[in-house]
């Protein structure tokens, strides 16, 4: 996988030297027990909701491999919640250890490891993050983004599409997991489908920030994000020149995240915004 590790320069550029070599091992790892075979060890807020052994392996090595690097930071992983860290230092690694739990279980090739790092508490609202790594084993891709220095896919810088006519937007978007929300997203999409290109719903929240960062896309919203769904991924797509944001300015948060080209994602918030209040969301 290709390497590197911020321009010099960046005062953020050893975080993600850490960030990107943990996750590129991370990844690896994950993608060799998923050669050998997934099993699912739980499921958690659903049925649909599981998590397989390979989550908590490559959680605990990441941890493991943080707290050797820098033992002062504090830590939020999607796996271990109830042993969240603050830290000493100011600084907080957010980790998503397999984004995408639904395609790795299946073989799909879009699942990833997703790390940043954010000066702060583990809270979205409030933290400012610093630098992100996402990588996507199954095909060898690693999204990176330092604060202010710009987003990359390996070595080439990412820029998000220019504005558009929603009806010429392809929009991705994600569903929750629970069946009584899933049918309200659905009231949602029965009204936006006819007025977009298209919609897309690759099932790895990490990977539709950074396609939009790379112009794969040309916005992606869901709700229901955690932190650890967003927070590497929303800095490589704000890098890339993206609005990332909850409703009426709001960071992202639970109850809403959209990213696009600042443009596009206000006429697109403004119509989402009124099918979610329709739809009950
Ligand atoms: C999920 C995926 C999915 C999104 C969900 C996330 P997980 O993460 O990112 O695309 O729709 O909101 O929870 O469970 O695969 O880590
Ligand atoms: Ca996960």
Redesign the pocket.
Known sequence: MPVRSGPVGDPNRELLGLARSIAVEAAELAAKRRAEGVTVAASKSSAE?IVTFADREVEAFIRSSLLAARPNDGFLG?ESTESASAGTSGLTWVV?P?????NYLYGIPAYNVSIAVVEGEADPETWHALAGCVVNPAIGEVFTATDARGAFLGDTALHVNPASDLSQALVAT????SAEVRARQGLVLSKLLPQVRDIRR?????L?LCYVAAGRYDAYF?R???PW?HAAGALIAREAGAHVGGFDGSPVTADFGLAAEPVLAARLEAIVADLFREAGL
């Open positions: 909701d999607e998503d397999i984004d995408g739990t639904v994600g569903f929750a997991y690759i099932g790895a929240a990490a539709d869901e229901g994000l955690k769904d």
